[in-house]
């Protein structure tokens, strides 16, 4: 039995994925993988993802360079969700140049944008 | 406008929580919450989800006694999904009397349950 039979992907054939950043411990953002993009996520030691939107496997910083070494691969105790650990290159995991894409905190009766823009994401993504 | 129209709940009408420790770091455990869920939270100070099994909203901690106070709720970038960081009331997330439902850690090509258990999960779920 492969350890890819443990894990409880969805009837699109995908898992939800949290990355974590090893060093911060900030929670960096939640996507998707599917059995492939774990399968070279742990084989490769880079994070790999399923991209939805573009129905294919997505390995993270393909275009802003801001790729994620693998530190750990956690799965949780249903098995419909794992954990990458994670060294984020850049210190940059969100589009819009921010370290964690939860850059929206809740107060006052609203989201408030509370975390700095690390680097211009017109510029990530020209790279 | 509503605080929640900028959350993008699915066709379920559900967004994905992740809950983690605030002292620790620790991811502790991937749920969903839907509209009502997040209300409550935000206006109780107490973890709330939307348990799919149980089709009915889950205040954590109900059974348990594990209950989580929030400290901060946060949203991500495309807002689809939220991040409750929270106080783990007896230190245990997990049904299986771990602290996080992350427990099994990938090595060897194979998943090992790495973290301790702290309490007898037969017990947690009689009080």
Redesign the interface.
């Known amino acids: 039995m492969s350890?890819l039979d443990?894990v409880r992907f969805d009837d699109r054939g995908l898992v939800?994925v949290?990355a974590?950043d090893a060093a911060s411990?900030r929670?960096l953002?939640?996507a998707w993988a599917n059995a492939e993009a774990l399968a070279e996520t742990?084989s490769t030691g880079r994070a790999v993802y399923y991209s939805r939107s573009r129905s294919r496997l997505w390995r993270k910083g393909e275009e802003s360079g801001h790729s994620q070494q693998l530190r750990?691969?956690?799965?949780?105790?249903?098995g419909?969700?794992v954990?990458y650990l994670v060294e984020q290159g850049g210190g940059v995991a969100?589009?819009?140049g921010r370290e964690s894409?939860?850059?929206?905190?809740?107060g006052d009766?609203?989201?408030q944008a509370v975390d700095p823009v690390l680097e211009d994401p017109e510029l990530v993504y020209r790279k």
């Open positions: 350890w443990e939800t949290i974590q411990g929670v953002m939640v742990a750990e691969l956690r799965l949780d105790c249903d419909d969700a954990l969100c589009h819009t894409c939860f850059f929206r905190r809740f009766g609203k989201w």
